[in-house]
Structures are given as structure tokens and as C-alpha cells.
Nanobody
Framework: QVQLVESGGGSVQAGGSLGLSCVAS????????MAWFRQAPGKEREGVTR???????TYAHSVSGRFTTSQDPTGNTLHLQMNSLKPEDTAMYYC??????????????WGQGTQVTVSS
């Protein structure tokens, strides 16, 4: 099993920045792919960014150029730096991990989520 714990959410005005972190523990060898998802009230969950075993990162079009994800050298901590935040970025942000090294299958492990609220 892999446990994921997010931190760093909060409230910010539009144009501001926030950073999120996700710490993985347990059988982390089962989680070569890590990702951030988000879900706003009344909307479906959407992928924000993912990083595969080789460190290749992909971003949703809606956050490209504003959000940056990175991992620590152990691969067990995932960061998400969010800049130029917009009200539409308001959502619960979830860290997720997959046993598929190329992030090509469902994510088996999920954190509890951290709220990000952006006011206009």
C-alpha cells in the first residue's frame, strides 16, 4: 500500500501563488507515476499534471505555463507550484499515484485532498 498526504492548500487572491506538496510513504516502489488532480464543486475530476518514472511531466492545457510540478530526488515527494492563479483554479486538489511507470493506467492511490480557493 502507498499512503499519500497533501499539504499546502489555502486561500489566495487572483494572480497570487500557492505551493502544494504530497508525501508518499509505504510501498512507494509501487508508485512510479505521480500526479495531481482537482475537482471543483459540481464538476468532474480533472487531471492537472503527472510525472512518470523518467521524470517526464505533462500538464493540462488550462494550467500550462502557470503551474510547475517537481519531485524530490527520492521521488517520494511531489510538489506543485501554482502561479498566476485564477478563480477557476478553485478546487480540491488531490495527489495520486499509479503503479504504471508511464502513467498510462488508472491511479490506485489517492490522498485526502487539500483545498485551494482563489478569490477574484
Amino acid at each position: 500500500q502507498v499512503q499519500l498526504v497533501e499539504s499546502g492548500g489555502g486561500s489566495v487572491q487572483a494572480g497570487g501563488s500557492l505551493g502544494l506538496s504530497c508525501v508518499a510513504s509505504g510501498a512507494t516502489y509501487n508508485a512510479p507515476c505521480m500526479a495531481w488532480f482537482r475537482q471543483a464543486p459540481g464538476k468532474e475530476r480533472e487531471g492537472v499534471t503527472r510525472i512518470d518514472i523518467l521524470g517526464h511531466v505533462t500538464y493540462a492545457h488550462s494550467v500550462s505555463g502557470r503551474f510547475t510540478t517537481s519531485q524530490d530526488p527520492t521521488g517520494n515527494t511531489l510538489h506543485l507550484q501554482m502561479n498566476s492563479l485564477k478563480p477557476e483554479d478553485t478546487a480540491m486538489y488531490y495527489c495520486a499515484a499509479s503503479s504504471n511507470r508511464w502513467c498510462e493506467s488508472d491511479f490506485e492511490y489517492w490522498g485526502q485532498g487539500t483545498q485551494v480557493t482563489v478569490s477574484s
